[in-house]
């Protein structure tokens, strides 16, 4: 109970700190917290999914993208900034709801490669859109100050790990977490296995569009190469594994080491930070496995069996 409270002090103190930056940090500090806001968010809302149930997407920049192009529309017809948020996060759950059912009755390596195919698939649909209307990009002219950007994402930050307490503290979550142990025990005892894993998916593609419209409004010029480049679904799965996918805190770390490298290393030395994100993703991929056997191993220890 004491470390509770005062786990919850320190993150009210942590939050206070964050609320007030602006105010006196420069603006490199202001854009850089801004960029690991934006991945925080994407990990943290990727792990709703991914790392409860154990389905790994590659989907992220696709969700991303659609709340991107969903405030390219917005924006030009005028549309209230709060409403163009909450509309971002709506129209890439409703395409999480039209592609989650026949999605997720895939499992293993062939879920990866589907939701990433997915994300390309809307890539070159937007694409082809765009060269038939002769559009070379969208430029949003008007855009908010830096520090509206700051505060949109902290709200959505703290919305998303709220969302992540609930979820793992709730009956849903004890149910995600069944269906990454073993499906098919899941559904002997009741679980609506379809039902958990098609909510966690509405409800991390919600969060993922939310953020789609602040970053569009900040880069002001996008193109489908921008709005749903396949780095983003890389680097937000890396994150969420590197730092643990037990609950937020995990996700969050995770995007704050990998995005500090990405600024000490992706400006001067863009090849080699390239190469150390794909040497990640082949450990990952390589001893991740090994790593799932023993947590389930360690598991099995734990049990006590009457002689």
């Known amino acids: 109970m004491r470390s509770n409270k005062i786990l919850i002090i320190l993150s ?9 930056l602006p105010f006196y940090a420069t603006g490199y500090l202001v854009s850089l917290l801004i960029t690991i806001f934006m991945y925080a968010i994407l990990a943290i809302a990727w792990n709703i999914l991914s790392g409860y149930t154990g389905y790994i997407s590659l989907g992220t920049a696709a969700f991303f993208g659609i709340g991107i192009y969903v405030c390219v529309l917005c924006w030009k017809i005028k549309i209230p900034y709060l409403l163009i948020l909450f509309f971002g996060g709506l129209g890439s759950g409703i ?12 499992r293993g390596p062939y879920f ?10 809307v890539k070159f649909i937007i694409e082809q859109i765009e060269v038939k209307a002769g559009s070379m990009g969208n430029i949003l002219v008007g855009a908010p100050m830096m520090e509206t950007f700051y505060y949109s994402l902290l709200a959505i930050g703290v919305l998303t790990i709220v969302v992540d307490h609930i979820i793992r503290q709730s009956r849903f979550g004890l149910g995600l977490a069944t269906i990454k142990q073993n499906e098919e025990a ?7 296995t ?22 569009a409004l900040r880069w002001t010029f996008i193109v489908p190469a921008v709005a749903f480049t396949p780095l983003v679904s890389f680097q937000t799965m890396i994150m969420s594994i590197l730092g643990g996918s037990k609950d937020f805190r995990g996700p969050l770390l995770g995007a704050v080491i990998l995005t500090l490298l990405s600024e000490a290393f992706g400006i001067k030395f863009p090849y080699h930070y390239m190469i150390i994100l794909g040497l990640a993703l082949i450990i990952i991929v390589k001893f991740l496995p090994i790593y799932v056997l023993s947590h389930v191993l360690s598991r099995i220890r734990c049990f006590k069996y009457p002689l």
């Open 12 to 20: 009210f103190f942590i939050l206070a700190i964050l609320f007030s």
């Open 95 to 106: 395409f999480a709801l039209l592609i989650g059912l026949p999605c997720l009755r895939i």
């Open 112 to 121: 990866v490669i589907l939701t990433f195919g997915l994300s390309e698939a």
């Open 186 to 192: 899941a559904e002997v005892i009741g679980v609506k």
């Open 194 to 215: 379809t039902k958990y894993k098609l909510f966690a998916f509405i409800i991390s593609a919600f969060l993922m569009g939310l953020i789609g419209p602040v970053m």
